[in-house]
């Protein structure tokens, strides 16, 4: 899996758009970027894709509820 493309958001600057192999994957604050290193053209395991869909984005989405 690779990290096609890091886009910041238009109404969150602090947050960016992740795409794996050409697709949106999520959406994390860009300190949350910074911490798994991820950059473009980065190869990226299953495993810490799975973990940040699964930990930070399902957390911060029960955050808001």
């Given at each position: 899996?690779m990290?096609?493309?890091?886009?910041?958001?238009?109404r969150?600057?602090?947050?960016?758009?992740?795409?794996?192999?050409?697709?949106?994957?999520?959406?994390?604050?860009?300190?949350?970027?910074?911490?798994?290193?991820?950059?473009?053209?980065?190869?990226?395991?299953e495993?810490?894709?799975?973990?940040?869909?699964?930990?930070?984005?399902?957390?911060?989405?029960?955050?808001?509820?």
């Amino acid at each position: 899996m690779m990290v096609t493309e890091i886009s910041k958001q238009k109404r969150d600057p602090n947050k960016a758009n992740v795409f794996i192999d050409g697709v949106f994957s999520f959406a994390l604050h860009t300190q949350d970027i910074a911490y798994f290193k991820l950059k473009e053209g980065q190869e990226v395991s299953e495993e810490v894709v799975a973990f940040i869909q699964d930990n930070l984005v399902y957390m911060k989405a029960l955050h808001w509820l």
